[in-house]
């Protein structure tokens, strides 16, 4: 099994232009979690879906950020536009419905100038 | 809401010392328990859970016991390795399953001199 894949691993970016960071979980998995990790704040949970459906997009920071995932795998979380503070780690992780186990990605390093 | 507080790094210890990273938590009903590691470069990766109150989560030398009384959630090894160094992660989930957020401590960064 391939295991979480994201894409780009990095991203260096100028402030204001649109960012989209890339997801497949693995398969078979329903439920897939966009985390943001900083040395500031940690690692924060943006967003998570179950059957491709967003339940909690509670941590999102503000209207620039939106999630999708269109099937099952395969999601994407844009920045529009972005700003040196989204400068952070991005992981990705999913699992089954009665798993207990998160599979995180390898993360993208983004970095917005 | 829920939340995990797991002790301040960093924690710098020779090799073959016994390790404590102390976590306690708040929440309703009966959470399950994770500890998460980090290594340098990666992502998070499960390193041991437990599911009720008295069950001991153990992995690769690691132990963890879901103590109901104290709301805690202690990781010990008895003899730490250089190959050890990274960051730990005190978590709980509200459910008994991964679908559910999990709420994460901020992460206590150990490095093992030889």
């Known amino acids: 099994d391939a295991g979480v894949i994201q894409s780009p691993r990095h991203e260096v970016t100028e402030m204001g232009q649109e960012v989209t960071l890339r997801c497949k979980p693995i398969s078979g998995h329903n439920s897939l979690f966009w985390y943001r990790q900083t040395m500031m704040r940690g690692l924060e949970l943006l967003i998570y879906?179950?059957?491709?459906?967003?339940?909690?997009d509670s941590g999102m920071p503000e209207d620039r950020f939106s999630a999708k995932m269109p099937n099952a795998s395969f999601s994407t979380l844009k920045i529009q536009p972005s700003e040196p503070r989204d400068s952070a780690v991005y992981f990705c992780?999913?699992?089954?419905?009665?798993?207990?186990?998160?599979?995180f990605g390898p993360g993208t390093r983004l970095t917005v100038t | 809401g829920d939340s995990v507080t797991q002790m301040e790094g960093p924690v710098t210890l020779s090799e073959e010392a016994f390790l404590t990273i102390n976590c306690t938590y708040t929440?309703?009903?009966?959470?399950?328990l994770f500890w998460y590691v980090q290594y340098p470069g990666e992502g998070l990766q499960l390193l041991l859970k437990a599911t009720k109150a008295d069950d001991k989560g153990s992995n690769k030398g690691f132990e963890a016991t879901y103590r109901k009384e104290t709301t805690s959630f202690h990781l010990e090894k008895g003899s730490v390795q250089v190959s050890d160094s990274a960051v730990y992660f005190c978590?709980?989930?509200?459910?008994?399953?991964?679908?559910?957020?999990?709420?994460f401590g901020k992460g206590t960064k150990l490095t093992v001199n030889p």
């Open positions: 992780a999913s699992t089954t419905e009665q798993g207990y186990e998160q599979y």
């Open positions: 929440a309703t009903g009966y959470p399950s």
């Open positions: 879906f179950n059957n491709n459906v967003p339940i909690d």
């Open positions: 978590a709980l989930s509200g459910r008994r399953g991964g679908s559910e957020k999990l709420v």
